[in-house]
């Protein structure tokens, strides 16, 4: 392999998304839902200033994972990728360099592979991402409320995964939340249950992974042991299972 492929997290949960893939010499950043001098001092922790990166990729317009892109972007003279869905989903004023991307379309940023993936998430038109570099593949699957087909078909053969497991339905319904949000998350355009995230690892071919990154994790209707004891029967065999938080996301996993 020319050079590393690894991934790492900024920080995963309702208040604020980013996520850093490294290849070779490139850097990326998915989302950015901190402000830039949130999103500064967090990528100063993986000795990177914003500065370092290639572009930033945005999954869809939701405040958590688009709050800082364009601040970020218009400061350190950034390409920004994402669907003309998202894109004209928000009041983003000017960006220095706009690519806009197809839901279904692959592309390159230098020699990094990039496939957009549909998603079913009440947003304009929300996209994931898989990744592939010197053979390896990581996926990333965060925010949407039920796994398509299409869905499935894209994330077969992976060696590293980032999964939302977001909820418990159960503490969704005793929770804090209204009714009406209560509906949207737990709804098929909301985010994966716990429940919902296993039953999609078993129909996966996980042969080739590494690792997996559960992410999402809800603050108030879920728990970090009620995840393990969902996912628990369904990651044994995954070598390596982390679990992202709010405050400083994971740190770098190598993809070998």
């Known amino acids: 392999m020319d050079g590393p492929f690894r991934f790492a997290s900024l920080g995963s949960g309702s208040r604020g998304n980013a996520t850093l893939v490294n290849w070779g010499q490139g850097h990326v950043l998915i989302d950015c839902g901190f402000s830039v001098r949130e999103a500064e001092q967090r990528l100063a922790r993986f000795e990177l200033s914003p500065g370092n990166l290639d572009a930033i990729l945005v999954t869809h317009e939701h405040a958590d994972h688009i709050k800082g892109v364009a601040a970020?972007?218009?400061?350190?003279?950034?390409?920004?990728?994402?669907?003309?869905?998202?894109?004209?989903?928000?009041?983003?004023?000017?960006?220095?360099?706009?690519?806009?991307?197809?839901?279904?379309?692959?592309?390159?940023?230098?020699?990094?592979?990039?496939?957009?993936?549909?998603?079913?998430h009440d947003a304009r038109e929300p996209t994931q991402f898989v990744f592939e570099?010197?053979?390896?593949?990581?996926?990333?699957?965060?925010?949407?409320?039920?796994?398509?087909?299409?869905?499935?078909?894209?994330?077969?053969?992976?060696?590293?995964?980032?999964?939302?497991?977001?909820?418990?339905?159960?503490?969704?319904?005793?929770?804090?939340?209204?009714?009406?949000?209560?509906?949207?998350?737990?709804?098929?355009?909301?985010?994966?249950?716990?429940?919902?995230?296993?039953?999609?690892l078993q129909r996966l071919n996980c042969a080739r992974l590494q690792h997996l990154v559960v992410a999402h994790i809800s603050q108030q209707n879920n728990s970090l042991a009620v995840a393990q004891a969902a996912l628990a029967p369904v990651t044994a065999a995954v070598k390596q299972v982390t679990y992202a938080c709010q405050n400083q996301g994971f740190d770098w996993l190598s993809v070998v």
């Not at 994330?155 to 009406?180: F, I, T």
């Open 72 to 120: 970020l972007a218009r400061r350190y003279q950034l390409p920004v990728y994402m669907t003309p869905g998202t894109y004209h989903s928000r009041s983003l004023g000017e960006l220095p360099d706009l690519r806009l991307i197809e839901s279904y379309t692959p592309f390159n940023i230098g020699n990094l592979w990039v496939q957009p993936v549909a998603v079913p």
């Open 133 to 200: 570099y010197a053979g390896r593949r990581l996926g990333i699957l965060t925010d949407l409320g039920s796994i398509t087909p299409h869905v499935e078909a894209c994330y077969q053969d992976l060696d590293a995964m980032v999964l939302e497991a977001n909820h418990d339905p159960v503490m969704l319904a005793y929770g804090p939340y209204p009714h009406s949000l209560k509906q949207r998350v737990g709804g098929h355009w909301g985010h994966l249950s716990n429940q919902q995230a296993a039953g999609f």
